[in-house]
């Protein structure tokens, strides 16, 4: 037991510091900042909510965490289960239902994907709840493994080589969105959860396509990882540390504006 102790507070630190280090990158927690922190009911938003706690109880300045969970009424979804667990907690939290899955299933044929549509409303309404709780930021439980995918998952189906960034100020600029959990593996995750015995929520409710595709690039950077240790991290590595002008974006890099670094000489020939 005292072995099982020691290895799971070790864990911690590990995930803690990773999550200080993430923040301290990017900016993601400062001084007077109320965080929304989205839980949903699966291991990645309970273990964020956790180490938030132990950073804010560390932290040489003061922070506020407001839990916020969204029901969207979808079938199945034990709604009892967040908020006993959140009743135990030391911290704000709030649960707001609103019916996205009728409206969803309402417009988007049967069969058809409903990821975009049910993401922009649950976008939407975390948006104003963020407005409303006077948040000034809204943290999503999203890992590293998750930013990996996504940028397969752009590359493969959007020809677009992007991925889900550490921070992002939202369209309108009135939200700040952040990750803390954008340099933690998933597996440690899986490990931290068992450890801490969360109330967990299955995540997969809506069967939707998005997900099937997700999971096959999961499974694919699985199959990498097993064949060479290490693979993923350094995609994950390479997201920080970009040369545009060993790129091909017009964009980002001066193309046509490349010229030698000295004057070109023409050399006459008798």
């Known amino acids: 037991m005292q072995t099982d102790n020691t290895e799971f507070y070790k864990l911690e630190n ?8 993430a923040s301290g990158d990017f900016g993601l927690i400062e001084a007077g900042d109320r965080i929304m922190v ?46 006993e667990y959140l009743q135990q907690q030391n911290i704000e939290f709030q649960i707001i239902e609103e ?10 044929p049967a069969g058809k994907t409903t990821c975009g549509l049910c993401s922009r409303l649950r976008r939407g309404i975390l948006y104003r709840v963020a407005e409303e709780l006077n948040c000034n930021k809204i943290a999503l439980g999203h890992h590293q493994d998750d930013m990996v995918e996504t940028l397969f998952l752009n590359m493969f189906f959007g ?15 009135k939200n700040v969105v952040i990750r803390p959990l954008a340099y933690v593996r998933e ?10 015995d969360y109330p967990i929520i299955p995540c997969n409710l809506c069967g939707s396509q998005e997900n099937l595709q997700r999971q096959a690039i999961k499974h694919m950077l699985h199959d990498w ?16 540390s970009i040369t545009p002008s060993h790129l091909c974006d017009p964009k980002l890099f001066d193309f046509k504006g490349l010229q030698p670094s000295q004057p070109f000489k023409v050399v006459k020939t008798s």
């Not at 990882?225 to 920080?240: F, L, S, Y």
């Open 14 to 21: 590990k995930l803690r510091r990773q999550m200080a280090k």
């Open 38 to 83: 989205c839980l949903s009911g699966g291991k990645d938003s309970y273990a964020m909510l956790s180490l938030l706690q132990l950073i804010q109880n560390k932290a040489p300045f003061e922070f506020d965490l407001v839990a916020v969970n969204l029901d969207q009424k979808q079938p199945g979804f034990p709604e009892h289960v967040l908020p």
């Open 99 to 108: 019916d996205t899955y009728s409206i969803v299933t309402e417009i988007i």
């Open 159 to 173: 020809a677009k080589l992007k991925t889900m960034p550490p921070k992002l100020r939202s369209d309108d600029g």
């Open 187 to 196: 597996k440690d995750l899986i490990n931290y959860a068992k450890h801490k």
């Open 225 to 240: 990882d097993r064949i060479q240790p290490g693979r993923v991290d350094n995609i994950a590595k390479a997201m920080t």
